[in-house]
């Protein structure tokens, strides 16, 4: 499957942003999919996970409440609203697609990864 995040930018602290995962090449339906962000110096970290029929989501402490997982397979995209962004929420963000039906959370589940979308936020 081929994966093409889009929606980041430039955003003022309080501010918010929807990233965009479009998939594509094979039954989007049956991934997990998930987000991930690496700021530099740093290693790439969870932020959200959606499972295949989006009864079931996750998300890392840092961002609860905050930010919401969701997707429309009719549409095969996965989005992440993010609101109330931080300048510790700046990075390069990730989608990431694992085929099965549970939530998977660590950058060693998935399979399949897109090329990432940056996010900024100014203080």
């Known amino acids: 499957v081929q994966l093409q995040a889009s929606g980041g930018g430039l955003v003022q602290a309080g501010g918010s942003l929807r990233l965009s995962c479009a998939a594509s090449?094979?039954?989007?339906?049956?991934?997990?999919m998930g987000w991930f962000r690496q700021a530099p110096g740093k290693e790439r970290e969870f932020v959200a996970a959606?499972?295949?029929?989006?009864?079931?989501?996750n998300y890392a402490d840092s961002v609860k409440g905050r930010f919401t997982i969701s997707r429309d397979n009719a549409k095969e995209t996965v989005y992440l609203q993010m609101n109330n962004l931080k300048p510790e929420d700046a990075a390069v963000y990730y989608c990431?697609?694992?085929?099965?039906?549970?939530?998977?959370?660590?950058?060693?589940?998935?399979?399949?990864w897109g090329q990432g979308t940056q996010v900024t936020v100014s203080s």
């Open positions: 090449g094979d039954t989007f339906s049956s991934y997990g």
């Open positions: 959606i499972t295949w029929i989006a009864n079931y989501a």
């Open positions: 990431a697609a694992k085929s099965g039906t549970f939530l998977y959370t660590k950058v060693s589940d998935y399979n399949y």
